[in-house]
C-alpha cells in the first residue's frame, strides 16, 4: 500500500510539474497564432490598399517608366529653366535664321505650343497620368503641408515667438496679423490685411520678386558698361528707352553683339513681345497651378509657392525647417528690394544719373 501511494504521490508529483510547462507551451503557441493571424491581417491590408491604387482591370496597365517619361516631357516644357536656356540661346538662333519679324512668333511659341499639346491625344495621356497617380500626389502633398506646420511651431520666426516690428515695446498688434505668415512682424498700420489677408501677401509678394530681378537688371548693365565688361549701348535704365526711340541700339544680351531676340526691333515690336510673354504666365496665375496639368505638370503647392519641378528643380523645399526658413528670407530680400527700387527712381530723378554713377558718387568724397 506505501509503494503504492508513493507511486501516486510521484506520479502526482511529475503531473505538476508538467503542468507550468504545458501552460508555457500554450501561452507560446497562443502567441505565435496571434501573431500569424496580425501578419496575414497586414498582409490582406496591403494587398487592399495596393490593389486600390492598381490601374482597373478594364484599362490597360502603363508600361513601366510611361509615368516618368509624361512626367518628365511636363517638367521640361513648363520649366522656366528652359526658357531662360533654350528660350535665349534658341530664340536667338531662329531670329538670326528667320529675321527680327519673328521675334513676336517666338514668344507666343510658348504658350502656343503648351495649349497645342493639351489637346492632342498625347496632353490627354498626360493628363490620365496625373489623374492615376492623383491618390499618391494628394496624399504626399498632406504629408508634406503636414511636416511644415510642425517646423513653423518649432521655428522662432512664426507665431509668438518671432520678433515683432517694434521689438518688446508695449503695443496692440493686429489681431489678423497673428504670426502664421512668413515675416509677419506685425505692421499694417493701414488694416490693409483685415479684409483679404491672402490677397495682400499674393500682391506684396509678387512685387517683392519683381523687385529683386529689377533691382538686379538696373545694376547689373550699368556695371557692366562702367568697368568695360560689356558695350550695352545705353546701360542707365531709365535712359534706354529714349534711346531705343531715338537711335538704331540694338537691346544685346550680355552685351554681345546680335545675341538678341526682339532687342533689334523697334519700341511697339518690343512692347508687344512683353505683352504675350507675360500673358500666358499671367494667365495660368491666375487660373491657378493646377493649370499645368493638361500637359503632365503637376504642382504640390500653392499659387505663391507653387514647387515641384519647373519652380523647384533643384528640390530645396524637401527640408520642412529650410523650406519655412527660406520663405522669410525671401520676403525680407523682397522688401528691401523694393525699398531699393524707389530709392533708384528717386535718385534718377532727382540727380538724372544712374545708381551705380550715384553710389560712386558718394565714395568719390
Known amino acids: 500500500m506505501r509503494a503504492r501511494g508513493l507511486v501516486s504521490t510521484s506520479r502526482a508529483s511529475r503531473a505538476r510539474a508538467r503542468a507550468p510547462a504545458r501552460g508555457r507551451r500554450a501561452t507560446t503557441s497562443r502567441r505565435a497564432s496571434i501573431a500569424r493571424r496580425t501578419a496575414a491581417r497586414a498582409?490582406?491590408?496591403?494587398?487592399?490598399?495596393?490593389?486600390?491604387?492598381?490601374?482597373?482591370?478594364?484599362?490597360?496597365?502603363?508600361?513601366?517608366?510611361?509615368?516618368?517619361?509624361?512626367?518628365?516631357?511636363?517638367?521640361?516644357?513648363?520649366?522656366?529653366?528652359?526658357?531662360?536656356?533654350?528660350?535665349v540661346?534658341?530664340?536667338?538662333?531662329?531670329?538670326?535664321?528667320?529675321?527680327?519679324n519673328a521675334s513676336f512668333l517666338l514668344s507666343a511659341a510658348p504658350v502656343v505650343a503648351l495649349t497645342?499639346?493639351?489637346?492632342?491625344?498625347?496632353?490627354?495621356?498626360?493628363?490620365?497620368?496625373?489623374?492615376?497617380?492623383?491618390?499618391?500626389?494628394?496624399?504626399?502633398?498632406?504629408?508634406?503641408?503636414?511636416?511644415?506646420?510642425?517646423?513653423?511651431?518649432?521655428?522662432?520666426?512664426?507665431?509668438?515667438?518671432?520678433?515683432?516690428?517694434?521689438?518688446?515695446?508695449?503695443?496692440?498688434?493686429?489681431?489678423?496679423?497673428?504670426?502664421?505668415?512668413?515675416?509677419?512682424a506685425g505692421f499694417d498700420p493701414l488694416g490693409l490685411g483685415k479684409?483679404?489677408?491672402?490677397?495682400?501677401?499674393?500682391?506684396?509678394?509678387?512685387?517683392?520678386?519683381?523687385?529683386?530681378?529689377?533691382?538686379?537688371?538696373?545694376?547689373?548693365?550699368?556695371?557692366?558698361?562702367?568697368?568695360?565688361?560689356?558695350?550695352?549701348?545705353?546701360?542707365?535704365?531709365?535712359?534706354?528707352?529714349a534711346a531705343k526711340m531715338n537711335s538704331d541700339v540694338s537691346l544685346d544680351y550680355f552685351g554681345l553683339q546680335g545675341f538678341h531676340i526682339a532687342g533689334g526691333s523697334g519700341i511697339a515690336i518690343i512692347a508687344a513681345?512683353?505683352?504675350?510673354?507675360?500673358?500666358?504666365?499671367?494667365?495660368?496665375?491666375?487660373?491657378?497651378?493646377?493649370?499645368?496639368?493638361?500637359?503632365?505638370?503637376y504642382l504640390p503647392g500653392d499659387k505663391d509657392y507653387p514647387g515641384g519641378a519647373p519652380f523647384d528643380p533643384f528640390k530645396m523645399s524637401d527640408d520642412a525647417d529650410e523650406f519655412e526658413k527660406q520663405k522669410v528670407m525671401e520676403i525680407k530680400h523682397g522688401r528691401l528690394a523694393m525699398i531699393a527700387m524707389l530709392g533708384v527712381a528717386a535718385q534718377a530723378f532727382v540727380t538724372r544719373a544712374g545708381p551705380i554713377e550715384n553710389l560712386a558718387s558718394v565714395f568719390s568724397g
Open 273 to 297: 513681345c512683353q505683352v504675350v510673354l507675360m500673358g500666358g504666365p499671367e494667365y495660368a496665375r491666375y487660373v491657378g497651378i493646377d493649370s499645368l496639368e493638361p500637359v503632365g505638370v
Open 43 to 87: 498582409t490582406n491590408e496591403d494587398d487592399k490598399v495596393s490593389s486600390s491604387l492598381d490601374v482597373p482591370d478594364d484599362e490597360p496597365t502603363p508600361a513601366v517608366g510611361d509615368a516618368g517619361v509624361n512626367s518628365a516631357l511636363g517638367d521640361v516644357i513648363s520649366s522656366p529653366l528652359f526658357y531662360v536656356t533654350f528660350g
Open 89 to 100: 540661346a534658341g530664340g536667338v538662333g531662329l531670329v538670326r535664321a528667320l529675321g527680327e
Open 116 to 184: 497645342a499639346i493639351s489637346k492632342t491625344s498625347f496632353g490627354e495621356s498626360l493628363m490620365k497620368n496625373i489623374d492615376d497617380r492623383r491618390p499618391a500626389l494628394v496624399a504626399e502633398k498632406a504629408r508634406r503641408e503636414s511636416e511644415r506646420a510642425r517646423a513653423r511651431e518649432r521655428s522662432p520666426l512664426y507665431g509668438a515667438r518671432r520678433v515683432k516690428f517694434l521689438g518688446d515695446a508695449e503695443y496692440d498688434y493686429p489681431a489678423h496679423l497673428d504670426g502664421s505668415l512668413c515675416g509677419d
Open 195 to 241: 479684409e483679404d489677408l491672402a490677397r495682400m501677401r499674393e500682391l506684396e509678394l509678387l512685387h517683392a520678386r519683381w523687385a529683386m530681378l529689377g533691382i538686379v537688371g538696373v545694376a547689373v548693365p550699368e556695371l557692366l558698361e562702367r568697368y568695360g565688361v560689356a558695350d550695352l549701348g545705353e546701360p542707365v535704365w531709365w535712359k534706354v528707352g
